[in-house]
């Protein structure tokens, strides 16, 4: 069995405030027993009354998750698609693609190793060809 945190008369202070499953409101620096009941329902949210305002404060801030980095990756840099990897449109049509459609016209570039191309070369084979190669330079 594990050892109580608390022995069962001893004073304790809340470290961060909260709410029990029984709707009582506890608050940050709220004095009970260990024994009272929001203790035993949240012994990792109180520490010994004798505890300084240091100890509260870190035993606190250990509750709260590192924060996160929501600033953005910054640009992605595609890298450039190979002639061979290309493929040219030569009919109208309409592809699925993340976030919605996309009009393919007549002389558009796209590539071919693309799922969604893949696909709609199955379903309209002579709609592409491969894109003609750039002369080599002399």
């Known amino acids: 069995m594990r050892k109580p945190r608390f022995k069962p008369g001893e004073i304790v202070v809340a470290i961060e405030s909260f709410v ?4 009582f ?3 940050r620096g709220t004095r009970l027993r260990a024994d009272h009941a929001a203790v035993q329902a949240a012994p990792h949210l109180f520490l010994p009354d004798a505890s300084s305002d240091d100890e509260i404060a870190a035993a606190a801030a250990a509750l709260e998750p590192d924060p996160v980095d929501h600033a953005p ?4 840099v595609l890298e450039p698609l190979r002639d061979e990897d290309a493929l040219a449109v030569l009919e109208p049509l309409t592809v699925n693609v993340v976030g919605g459609l996309m009009a393919l016209s007549p002389g558009d570039r796209v590539d071919g190793r693309s799922a969604s191309i893949m696909e709609l070369r199955k ?16």
């Open 123 to 138: 379903q309209h084979p002579r709609a592409f060809k491969a894109w003609p190669k750039a002369k080599a330079k002399a």
């Open 73 to 76: 990756a910054g640009p992605r």
């Open 20 to 23: 029990t499953g029984a709707n």
């Open 25 to 27: 409101v506890c608050h």
